[in-house]
C-alpha cells in the first residue's frame, strides 16, 4: 500500500552541554537557506518519543532534496532523524525513519498506531 506524504520532519538531536552551539549553528543555516521551513522550538530535555534534546525541522515534501542533501553534509556530527508525515505517527518514527548519525532510541509506545 503506497501512503500519501504531506510533509516532513527533522529532528536534530544535541547535548545542552556540549554540542548547543553546533545545533545552533546549523538552525541558523537552515533558515537561511530554507526559509519555507518551520523551525519548531529548542526542547533541552527530552520531550515525547525522543531521547535527548532536540529541535524539529518540518518542511513540503518538495524541499526533501535539497534539505536531505544539506543535512548530510552540514550536519556536523549531529543525530538526526528524518521522517515523513503520512498520518501513522508510530511507523513515521519507525518503519518509514531515515536516521543520519546514531540511531537513538525512541519510546514509540508514547505514539499512536
Sequence with gaps: MTETITGWHAHVYYDPATNRST????????????????????????????????????????????LLAFLALNRAGLAILLHPETGRHRADHSDHALWMGAVLPLRLEMLPE
Design 23 to 66: 545545533a545552533a549553528a546549523l538552525r541558523e543555516a537552515l533558515a537561511a537557506r530554507f526559509p519555507e521551513a518551520v523551525l519548531g522550538r529548542w526542547h533541552d530535555v527530552p520531550v515525547g518519543p525522543h531521547p535527548s534534546a532536540m529541535y524539529q525541522v518540518a518542511f513540503a515534501p518538495g524541499l526533501l532534496p535539497g
